[in-house]
Structures are given as structure tokens and as C-alpha cells.
């Protein structure tokens, strides 16, 4: 089993900065795929940035110039710089990991996991 543990949320004025973090742990053969998502109220969960094993990454248009996504492969932990937060920032963000779990010597079975999910609140 794989565990997330998110950290790094809470309330910041307009302008300000948050940093969140995502440490993954448990049966990790290997990790592809991380990245982070953002469900606000009455709204569908959206993909903020994501990263790959090797560095590149894809970052929604609104947050793009503001949000910096990045990783510690060694330590299984996915980041989000988050500055110049504006109001409509705000919502609950989660992390999302795509993990590897060996099952034999030949096979290893990805399936993606999901954090809790933080409280990110922008004021006005």
C-alpha cells in the first residue's frame, strides 16, 4: 500500500506565496508521474501541473508564470511553489502520484494514487 501525505495549505492574503509539499511512502517500486490538482466549490476537480520522472512539465494557463511544480526523486515528495495567489486560487488541492509496486521479478503494476487534500484560501 502507498500513502500521501500533503502538507503546506492555509490561508494567505492576494499576492502572497504558499508552498505545498506531497511526500509519497509505503510499497514504491518506482514513480512516474506527479502532479497536482485543485477542486474548488461547485466546480470539477482541474489539473494545475503536472511533472514527469525526468523534469518536464505542464502547468494549467492560469497558473502559468505563477506556479512552479518540482520533485525529490530520492525522497518520493512532490512540490508547488505557489506566488502571486490570487482569490480564485482558492480550493482544496490535492496531489496525485503515479506509483509503481513490484509484483515479481518481470512486473510492476502503476496505479495512480491520491492525497487528502489541502485548504488553500486567498483573501481579498
Known amino acids: 500500500q502507498v500513502q500521501l501525505v500533503e502538507s503546506g495549505g492555509g490561508l494567505v492574503q492576494a499576492g502572497g506565496s504558499l508552498r505545498l509539499s506531497c511526500a509519497a511512502s509505503?510499497?514504491?517500486?518506482?514513480?512516474?508521474?506527479m502532479g497536482w490538482y485543485r477542486q474548488a466549490p461547485g466546480k470539477q476537480r482541474e489539473l494545475v501541473a503536472v511533472?514527469?520522472?525526468?523534469?518536464?512539465?505542464n502547468y494549467a494557463d492560469s497558473v502559468k508564470g505563477r506556479f512552479t511544480i518540482s520533485r525529490d526523486n530520492a525522497k518520493n515528495t512532490v512540490y508547488l511553489q505557489m506566488n502571486s495567489l490570487k482569490p480564485e486560487d482558492t480550493a482544496v488541492y490535492y496531489c496525485?502520484?503515479?506509483?509503481?509496486?513490484?509484483?515479481?521479478?518481470?512486473?510492476?503494476?502503476?496505479?495512480?494514487?491520491w492525497s487528502q487534500g489541502t485548504q488553500v484560501t486567498v483573501s481579498s
Open positions: 496525485n502520484t503515479e506509483v509503481g509496486t513490484r509484483l515479481s521479478d518481470a512486473t510492476v503494476y502503476y496505479r495512480d494514487y
Open positions: 509505503g510499497s514504491i517500486f518506482s514513480i512516474r508521474a
Open positions: 511533472i514527469t520522472t525526468s523534469g518536464p512539465s
